[in-house]
């Protein structure tokens, strides 16, 4: 087809691309057409597929002709599910009018974002953090205001740092446990000292995204900002849903529970542009959230003993450092002693990008470079993978890193 060389982007577009990670997927995808043996550390997604009795919940739903429009924002089926989910594992309840059910936690964000935000207002993102949130924040008017926290607090926002960066035009705090990239966890204490700033600046409201909450490997329970703050909750909103937990990233569903006003006007978002989630879809998340939960368990097990398996491959390999993560199916190696080696600059090796470059081109491993969550210098490898592709990618690492520093 020609071109139309008068067509240009709006310039609400200016800045944002194509996430950099789905950018990767496809450049590992394009040599893995040519290349039988590249291996991808670089999904967000778990590996397992959608249990059995999700699926044949979503067969159900079709073969009933369950197939039709649905309620804006979710079906009151669903949302008395989520009601459910959010009473037996967080302890929260929360009324029908204070559930909103969109495609995906992305989407759900996305609608919070575009229905509260004013050009000018600010959001307060602790980073390294995934970076769609920035994007986010910009399509819908506002400005990140980004706060780098260190591996030496656990890359964790501290209190100190919330206080500093509070401004009269900051609407939301934007926290994500698990986090993606790190693996950083919020426990219940870290969640009372941000919510002690938070009680003197009463203009700020908390989106907690906790749709990593089922991956999370230590014995202390899984926190939110609304259980642990009860006072704080009227502005709190709780972002969930049942991609990482069951298995369902393709099915698109996704939920957030907070003050009526808030999903009123969520509602709003959703209904001028993609209206209801997916029929089909909102009748297997009912069977996820209500059915048989021991996958979980056994699924956490499974990824815990890949985060042990590749962090400590990581630690093995010269140079290279990697925290264990707390949560999230993550592994955040800090690459800069690496980087900063003679060798590599020799090579034109000089930063976490040019090293993806190397690792995926000569070692024919696609892992995301950690500039695209804020963290330059790390990279983050995805263990959502088996441990025999995990054993074999830390050996192509291992051997890519040897014959770079062999100059
Ligand atoms: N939040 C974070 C931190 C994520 O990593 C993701 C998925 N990559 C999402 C939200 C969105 O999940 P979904 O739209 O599949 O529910």
Known sequence: MGRWPEFSRSAKLNGIGVSE?????????????????????????????????????????????????????????????????????????YAENEISIGAGAKQVLFNILMATLNPGDEVIVPSPCWTTYLD????????????????????????????????????????????????AVYRA?????????????PHVGVISDDIYEHVLYDTAPFATMAATCPDLKPRV??????????SMTGWRVGYAAAAPEIIAAMAVVQSQSSSNPCSISQVAAIEALDGPQDVIASRRDAFRGRRDRIVAGLNAIPH??????DGAFYAFADMRALL??????RRDIADDAALCRYFLHECHVAIVPGFCFGGPGYLRLSYAASDRMID????????????????
Request: glycine share 8%; net charge positive; proline share 5%.
């Open 21 to 93: 990670i789905i950018r990767i997927g496809a450049e590992a995808r394009n040599l893995a057409a040519s290349h039988d043996d590249v291996i991808s550390l670089s999904a967000g997604e778990p590996d397992f597929p959608t249990p059995d009795n999700v699926k044949l919940a979503g067969i159900n739903a079709i073969s009933t002709n369950q197939t039709r429009y649905t309620a804006l924002d979710g079906t009151a089926e669903l949302k008395a599910a989520i009601r459910r989910k959010f009473r037996r594992e967080n302890g929260m309840d």
């Open 136 to 183: 986010m924040i910009r399509l819908a008017g506002g400005m990140a205001r980004v706060v780098a926290c260190s591996e030496e607090t656990g890359f964790r926002l501290s209190p100190e740092q919330l206080a500093a960066a509070l401004t009269p035009r900051t609407r939301w705090l934007l926290l994500n446990s698990p986090s993606n990239p790190t693996g």
């Open 189 to 201: 204490a870290h969640l009372a000292a941000l919510g002690e700033v938070l009680r003197a600046a």
């Open 237 to 246: 909103v709780t972002v969930n849903g049942v991609s990482k937990a069951y």
């Open 320 to 325: 290279v450092h990697c925290l264990l993560p």
């Open 340 to 345: 900063a080696r003679p060798e590599l600059k």
């Open 392 to 407: 074999d990618a830390l050996d192509r690492l291992k051997t890519g890193v040897n014959r770079l520093l062999a100059g």
